[in-house]
């Protein structure tokens, strides 16, 4: 098996980075191409239908879907020059990279942009979440591991190693 197209979910913590550094290595063994990824919440507002139902002024509900909309483009930006300098590194490592941003669910955005790009596995990062935190709130490496249907090698976040004896 060969992986053509290596896909990187970050969320922009410096965990999530860690998975990049797997991903440089994997691509360089099979002259991949890494793309890293970012998703962006969209900002929530109240559409104007419901606005109106709950006594909400439309006036009010229209500046406030335009102040979502200026925050998402400020987002969108903040998150381009994050991924321009991942990108730097990635090519600074000898390997072809490229980068792509999404607004949506994190889960569903990872795994459409996998198909889209018919990208051949997606490394990323565990959140370290488990048991009843995971169920309540759900995990995207989860859902990416279930709805992808490529390879996701999930990489746990490192522990930091205690100074002490035999250090």
């Not at 060969?2 to 969320?11: A, G, N, Q």
């Not at 063994?29 to 962006?40: E, F, N, P, T």
């Amino acid at each position: 098996m060969t992986f053509k197209r290596i896909l990187v979910p970050l969320d922009g913590s410096r965990v999530s980075g860690q998975a990049l550094s797997y991903a440089i290595d994997i691509a360089k063994r099979y002259q991949s191409k890494v793309i890293a990824m970012r998703v962006v919440p969209p900002a929530t507002v109240v559409p104007s239908s419901t606005a109106t139902e709950i006594g909400i002024d439309p006036a009010a509900a229209r500046i406030a879907v335009q102040s979502a909309r200026i925050q998402d483009r400020a987002n969108v930006v903040r998150v381009r020059r994050y991924l321009q300098q991942k990108l730097r590194t990635i090519t600074g490592k000898g390997v072809e990279g490229a980068y792509h941003i999404a607004v949506g669910e994190p889960g569903k955005s990872i795994v459409q942009h996998s198909a889209d790009a018919k990208v051949d596995l997606i490394v990323m990062m565990t959140s370290g979440k488990g048991g009843l935190k995971r169920a309540i709130l759900g995990s995207v490496a989860d859902e990416v591991t279930r709805k992808a249907g490529v390879p996701v090698l999930l990489v746990p976040k490192r522990k930091r190693r205690k100074q002490g004896k035999g250090s």
